[in-house]
């Protein structure tokens, strides 16, 4: 369902921001700002709010017991997509911030389509890491950097779509494989 929802609404505002954005580079600068938008606020939200004072999690703050039981339980299914409420919630704020710089539409649209190419990407990627076999060598080493923080490090390598953040943020992990058992690391790394 989210899949169709983000991808409806960004083909909407495309082609709504098309007809009425006469000023190209404007509007692929916009969706291009929502794109990297998504990308810090994955970073953000995962290194200071999910992780603050080691993930302690009450039972009023649901963002932070559902990541919790993601680390916990990292390969379960239900656990990997960010549940709807949250997305729409940033969504919304991307929207919104997009449209009071911009104070028309269209391009703010555009701002909330680049978040959403980002966030759809964030839940394919996140699924890959955890269920799936990598078969390039760039979604290994993302993968690689994701499962550090799961399993090695996780005051490290916040990133999960790039890791440009924790470069930025000096969060950059130590080590260069997921430090577990070593049947669990060659299961993880080999696949």
């Known amino acids: 369902m989210r899949w169709s929802l983000y991808l409806g609404a960004g083909l909407g505002w495309i082609y709504g921001g098309s007809q009425v954005t006469t000023n190209r580079p404007l509007a692929l600068l916009y969706f291009c700002c929502g794109l990297l938008s998504w990308t810090f606020m994955e970073y953000a939200v995962h290194r200071w709010f999910l992780h603050r004072h080691n993930m302690i999690a009450s039972g009023s703050d649901p963002l ?3 990541h919790r039981a993601h680390h916990a339980t990292p390969e379960a299914p239900h656990r990997l997509p960010l549940p709807l409420p949250f997305s729409l919630t940033g969504y919304a704020m991307c929207l919104i911030v997009a449209w009071s710089w911009s104070q028309t539409w269209p ?9 959403s190419l980002g966030y759809l990407a964030y839940e394919w990627l996140h699924r890959m890491y955890h269920l799936g076999t990598p078969q390039h060598r ?14 090695a490090e996780p005051e490290r390598a916040f990133g999960i779509t790039t890791p440009f953040w924790d470069l930025f943020f000096w969060t950059w992990p130590r080590h260069r494989a997921p430090l577990t058992l070593a049947t669990e690391q060659k299961k993880w790394l080999r696949r």
Not at 107 to 115: D, R
């Open 138 to 151: 760039i979604s290994r080493a993302l993968r690689r950097h994701h499962l550090i923080h799961h399993y």
């Open 64 to 66: 932070r017991c559902w």
């Open 107 to 115: 391009l703010a649209g555009l701002a909330a389509t680049g978040w």
